[in-house]
């Protein structure tokens, strides 16, 4: 049996109007012969007004009614989009969690799904069935609601996807796709037709707005090849698949941006095994997120330098940690607000000699400094000066020809 | 273990604070160390609101996904009393109709409650948990989400009690009580403090406004005593229970009115077997409701005249009705719009003789006359013309010294 997953999220569902759009989309699918199983996220703004009831009940409201609360939001779009269909003569029907079961560990408002029991939906798809899945809950072994948490209805599609083993899950939301760069940043911004899962993981900022990585790195786990679209328009949207899957690659895929960074340098560091640990171990108990780190090679073999990247809102934090930490032993300590990291990511640079010099050279021209190196297999990226990065970015765009149709 | 039902309708849980209010209700029971079973209702005005959205979905809106949309009303208020309880120190949680499970027939919209699982539950109160169940909804044997008909919450909390043999029920409302006849039509209406299960049933609209004839005979049938009172004040309400526990009788309980109603005569219908039925069948199939019905005795053994009473909302169908159906026979057809029916009741005028007579005697000296005539065991119940009805209320409250405090 081939399943197709096809999950709307909020925005989708946000309106009387939108669900019946949807159940129009589901009947196109349905008339081209597709197995279907569709997840529904809550209709928009519902979810935000149960998490404001329960801030007005409880400053700690209990997580485990915090699950039980939330989780009508997604009830209520299923039996809308469920009740749609019958009402355009299908057979379809909403499925609560508990009723698959979908089983998920018993962390609640955080839980992860680890079973979907499959025998009552495959025989209810035998039977010519619609089945609406409730995303982002399940139930823990305590037969208690859970919600899950990063990734939330997408999890459930891709994991409901991985269980039934679908040929695809199509995930409809508010935007078209991927896009080359954040086309709120660049007009000439570009929908990506097709990507790997790794490409998606590295564009991070740029890609969690359709996906969270949670998701997309189940999906890679699985090889469940993901289409994003939009509701709103009947236009082609982004493929996430795997490498292999994709011929005439760009060598570079996409440009993402982040903003409010802030560089932190540590001068005069002993070089010893344990150092860099000494330093970002108070931090990451602090909730304090480091994004790039780079240690420059130690020139007598005794002291080193080392550098690296925060959000400019936990520089203070960072500061006060690093100062009244008498494990950290440095000569000065220099912060850098306004700093902004720049990416090019493509599968492409594999095989594609000469991309780093290509970079550099084209920041080099726009006369920008590079203040940051760092690499990994399918990404370069630098911090420069939050001021140039428009500059950079549009002069990137244009050098990897990503203005061009792809 | 001594369990009391504690049930909660809409309007008591209508708003955070009120929510708030009833944690502090339900708080005040557990000190007195009651083992308790909470039932909510939907917060007022959510029900209404997810209707009002399915009937937008579809004029035909699915009754199986009806349940599973309308339900989500419970859940969420259970969740929110939950939480504030956990708030407040205590030990709680909701209980979802399919955790416990409350076990219902099948028919979707209108289902009946046919078992409830206490295993779970009792081994929850023997923790010291209070269990805050979902109202008004089950699950059938084919796991689906049921909601019950006519008494809704009431109907679930009358049948926790009768499972786990509560020794009250206590059913929370917006009214404080049952009144010896209706506070807006007459000032001096006084709360009645207890009243039989049969007064209660026979109190008809006026009982009605506090709980619905269903759940009161349930009540009835399973001798479970139910005190109805006020979220919004501390006063004591009405205990509703077995004759045998009503000490210090009043004559009358209360005095219950209908208005709208049209009177219906048929003169000169022949007097043989089967005449009546073949009268009010086709009425009772046009969903036609006959409240009072009177059959005069026949004078010359071959005639007699039949009068009954309608709403009047359904008198033209009525007339159409009589009209179109050959198997009526009759000489002449007289209807009456705007006739009232009044009614005293109470378990006294079994051991008291000349109720009767008194509440005529009332009446002729007001010189208000009175069109038909209808008694049982605790109910006499009269016609009147409409225009009299506020006298003849002021009178007969009088009368039966309603207006003392009771």
Known sequence: ???????????????????????????????????????????????????????????????????VLVSTGEQVACSLIAARLIHLGLKSRSWLSWQIPIMTTSLHKNAKINAIYKRKILNYLK????????????????????????GGSDASAIMLAK????????????????YTTDPNKLKKAKKIKVISYEEMLEMASLGAKVMQPVSIQDARLNRIDIEVKSTFTKKSGTLITKRSNIINNKIITGI???????????????????????????????????????????????????????????????????????????????LKKNVSKISVIGVGMITTPGVTFRMFQTLANKKINIQVISTSEIKISVLIDKRDTKKALIALHKEFKLHNKR
Chains 1, 2 share one sequence.
Do not use: W
């Open 127 to 150: 039977k010519g069935g619609i089945p609406i899945v409730t995303g982002f809950q399940g139930v823990n072994e305590n037969e208690r609601v859970t919600t899950i948490g990063r």
């Open 163 to 178: 269980f039934f083993k679908a040929e695809r899950c199509v995930i409809y939301t508010d935007v078209e796709g991927v």
């Open 256 to 334: 993402s941006l982040t903003q409010n960074d802030s560089k932190i340098s540590l001068i005069g560091v002993k070089d010893k095994p344990g150092v860099a640990a000494s330093i970002f171990k108070p931090l990451s108990k602090n909730l304090v997120n480091v994004d790039m780190v780079v240690q420059n090679i130690s020139a007598n073999g005794k002291e080193t330098d080392l550098t690296f990247t925060i959000k400019t809102e936990d520089l203070n934090k960072t500061k006060k940690i690093i100062q009244s930490n008498k494990n950290i032993k440095f000569r000065k300590l220099i």
């Open 1 to 67: 049996m081939k399943i197709v997953i096809l999950k709307f999220g909020g925005t989708s569902v946000g309106s009387i109007e939108r669900i019946k759009n949807v159940a129009k989309i589901i009947n196109a699918y349905h008339k081209k012969r597709y197995k279907l199983i569709v997840v529904s996220s809550a209709m928009s703004g519902v979810t935000n007004d149960l998490i404001s009831k329960s801030k007005q009940i409880s400053d700690n409201f209990s997580s485990s009614e915090y699950d």
